[in-house]
């Protein structure tokens, strides 16, 4: 699956990667003039016309013995889409784990486990307050989507220089932060305290 996303973002194959970036486009663009129950309604219509029409076509092929007027969907309709019991249950692991994962980072930012780390969240909410001034939640959705059919074909065209140019602001972070740290009474000595505690742990092993 990760494959098959990476492909269409990576424009592996351009027909199928115009097609869905199109779709996405032309339906978010679609749902900043009309209600989402109308897209919805309006493009599963669309949708049913086309399947229904093709498969009258079928049998108007069949009644002037052209055809044997099979059902131009069946090699979908024969697709097995129940779950093995192994695969139900993987599932429900992997979202089980996801959903922990995401309550055990919330729980980490909100109840500032780490004061450095929920200031950071904080300055992020606080920029997102500007941001959502200027665009709503529908613009910004579609920016994403650019982002995501432009973004990862520009980094593999230009894989080199943004790596020289990430790994320079990534240090320059790192700086500011631990500046920051050193600032904050008691972050200092907490920070000295576990990683004194994991060369203790590292030596008794």
Known sequence: MGSKVADLLYWKDTRTSGVVFTGLMVSLLCLLHFSIVSVAAHVALLLLCGT???????????????GDGA???????????????????????????????????????????????????????YILTFVGAVFNGLTLLILGVIALFTVPLLYRQH???????????????????????????????????????????AKAE
């Open 159 to 201: 894989q080199a220089q943004i790596d020289q140019y990430v790994g320079l602001v990534t240090n320059q972070l790192s700086h500011i932060k631990a500046k920051i740290r050193a600032k904050i009474p008691g972050t200092g000595a907490l920070a000295s305290a576990a990683a004194a505690a994991s060369g203790s742990k």
């Open 52 to 66: 229904i029409s093709l498969r009258v076509y079928r049998k108007v092929l069949q009644a002037v013995h052209r």
């Open 71 to 125: 059902n131009p969907f069946q090699a979908y309709l024969d697709v097995d889409l129940t779950l093995t019991r192994e695969q139900t249950e993987r599932l429900s692991q992997q979202i089980s784990s996801h959903v922990v994962s995401t309550a055990t980072q919330l729980r980490h930012f909100f109840l500032v486990e780490d004061l450095v780390d929920s200031l950071k969240l904080a300055l992020l909410f």
